[in-house]
């Protein structure tokens, strides 16, 4: 332990989400480092760290979001730079992986994106990932350096135990997703219910059968991501048919894509609760059905315990 506290704590971040890095280092109680980022006239990346990081312990807070490619290849530089900057450990800390939809061969000639981009930030220099919600957990085998994997299960589990909510059952929006309601329908120790659907194009779902008992019962149906909303929508439709007598959702990251503000509006939803893992749109924030908790918290404990070198799993209860 003695010769950890050689390795001073750094944490940095880009332009993704400076707001979260931020709030993370209120946690912490450490200072943001200072890095320069802007662009060449042709629109690459140009940055420079503006602090010695030499034989640092050093935490980039970068979601990979909106706009996906710019804040990804933003990260892969940083890394670059604290690597050549003779930094003693760099920890990847990303509340968002982007990419992570494409985690496997599901149709001929397409590519596994989410093993591409796992291969180009140990390339870039990360030493360790530290990962919020993955869309499909097995994405931590794609590296070969460690990956401490964190669930928001605890920010969001809080929040529904102070609503009290009466006849609550926990609804899985597909049958990919069971594990993940699972887990949060134990915690609440509440029932679980399925909504069984078939995906018939790539943003074309069809709603077929709710699988458990939901009539006369709160509905929340938990997902990892909110995209365009069209499966939470015709999930909540798919209930509410069924008898449900109230419907909320529940999400890590909230990115609202296209028309999703719209399909959460039309649907009858009462609240969709997501994470500040990634910076909601201005009408995702100004929606009233909407609630952001924050999960600054949550990373801020494991970066501290990664920093000490103690264990995460406190952070699973």
Not at 158 to 165: D, G, I, P
């Amino acid at each position: 332990m003695a010769d950890r506290i050689h390795h001073a704590m750094k944490v940095l971040t880009g332009r993704a989400h400076p707001a979260l890095a931020k709030e993370i280092c209120d946690h912490l109680g450490v200072p943001l480092g200072q890095i320069h980022v802007d662009r060449f006239p042709d629109g690459e990346v140009r940055l420079q760290i503006l602090e010695n990081v030499r034989g640092a312990d050093v935490f980039v807070v970068q979601p990979t979001c909106r706009p996906v490619n710019e804040n990804l290849m933003e990260l892969l530089i940083i890394l670059d730079a604290l690597r050549r900057a003779s930094a003693y450990r760099i920890t990847a800390v990303m509340p968002y992986y982007g990419y992570a939809r494409q985690d496997r061969k599901d149709r001929p000639r397409v590519p596994i994106s989410a093993k591409l981009v796992a291969d180009l930030l140990t390339s870039a220099g990360a030493n360790r990932i530290l990962a919020l919600d993955l869309h499909a957990g097995q994405i931590q085998g794609y590296f070969d350096i460690p990956v401490d994997h964190l669930y928001a299960t605890p920010v969001t589990v809080r929040h529904f135990r102070k609503l009290r909510l009466k006849d609550l059952v926990v609804v899985s929006p597909d049958p990919g997703g069971v594990e993940r309601a699972r887990a949060f329908a134990k915690r609440l120790k509440v029932p679980l219910a399925i909504i069984d659907k078939r995906r018939e194009d790539a943003d074309v779902v069809e709603m077929f059968n709710v699988i458990g008992e939901v009539a006369g019962r709160t509905c929340l149906i938990v997902d990892d991501m909110v995209d365009t909303g069209g499966t939470l929508a015709k999930g909540a439709f798919a209930l509410k048919e069924k008898g449900a007598k109230r419907v909320l959702a529940c999400c890590t990251h909230g990115v609202f894509a296209g028309n999703a503000i719209q399909n959460i509006l039309r649907a009858p939803l009462e609240q969709v609760v997501a994470t500040n893992s990634i910076p909601l749109l201005p009408e995702a924030r100004a929606c009233e059905r909407i609630k952001v908790l924050s999960v600054a918290g949550l990373l801020a404990e494991a970066i501290k315990s990664i920093y000490r070198e103690t264990s995460v799993s406190k952070l699973f209860i």
